[in-house]
């Protein structure tokens, strides 16, 4: 059975685009609350540590509380640190990382 299609987040989440115009909060909101299972595909998606990466967190927190589970694909490594700090990826963790880019990039 194929799992659900993957969402492509492209741009950049900086000091200028923060809430609405961050492109994964954008994302996020958009998703369907009655799914249970997402697929982020962020290989065209960059987050700069901060307030942006913080709203990055937040945008995934609210859809773990909701019961999804979330697989990403090819995050950046900022983003996996900024889950790792929010404690989003201790089991038994709903988030499933693929493909985690390095720092380099």
Same mark, same amino acid.
Do not use: N
């Given at each position: 059975m194929e799992g659900p299609r993957p969402i492509r987040v492209f +741009? /950049? !989440? %900086?000091? /200028?685009a923060t809430g609405n115009t961050n492109p994964l909060v954008a994302a996020v909101e958009r998703l369907n609350p009655s799914q249970n299972e997402f697929v982020l595909d962020l290989e065209e998606f960059e987050v700069d540590d901060g307030y942006p990466l913080t709203q990055c967190v937040n945008a995934v927190r609210e859809l773990l509380v909701r019961g999804a589970r979330l697989t990403i694909r090819r995050p950046p490594h900022v983003l996996v640190d900024g889950l790792t $700090? !929010? +404690? #989003?990826?201790? &089991? &038994? %963790?709903? @988030? #499933? #990382? /693929? /493909? @985690? $880019? %390095? $720092?380099s990039s």
């Open positions: +741009g /950049e !989440a %900086s000091d /200028e $700090r !929010a +404690g #989003l990826l201790l &089991p &038994p %963790s709903h @988030v #499933l #990382l /693929e /493909e @985690v $880019r %390095s $720092r």
